[in-house]
C-alpha cells in the first residue's frame, strides 16, 4: 500500500523512489536539521505539520535544499517555507493517504528536538 512505511527509516513510504541504499542517508540529513534548527512542532491538521525554525540564512538555505530534494523522490510532499517577521517556518503538507507518512515525520522531529 502506498501508505506503508519502511520499517528502517521510519518514515520514508514504499512509493519513495530514492535508492533504499540512500534512504538512510536522507533520514540523517532530516534528523540534522530537525536537531540543529527546529524549535518548535506543530501538527495543525492531520495532513499538515509546521515546524518553526531557528531563524538563519543558512537554516533556511538548509531546509530549502534538502526538501528540494526529498520532494524529487517523494512528490506528494508539500513543502512551504516561510521567512517573514524574523521567524523561520516550514509546512509539510501530505494527501491523507500519507497522513501516516507525516506522522511519522513528526515523531522524527519531536525526538530530535527533545534530544
Known sequence: MAQDIALDQGWAPSTCTLPTTE????????????????????RPGRELL???LVFSPEHAARAAELTA?????CSFF???LTIADGRLTLEVAVPAVHAEVLDA???RAT?????
Open 69 to 73: 530534494r526529498e520532494n524529487g523522490c
Open 111 to 115: 525526538a530530535a528536538t527533545t534530544a
Open 78 to 80: 508539500t513543502f512551504t
Open 105 to 107: 515525520l513528526q515523531a
Open 50 to 52: 509546521r515546524l518553526e
Open 23 to 42: 534512504q538512510p542517508l536522507r533520514a540523517a540529513e532530516f534528523d540534522a536539521l530537525f536537531a540543529e534548527a527546529v524549535q518548535t512542532v506543530l
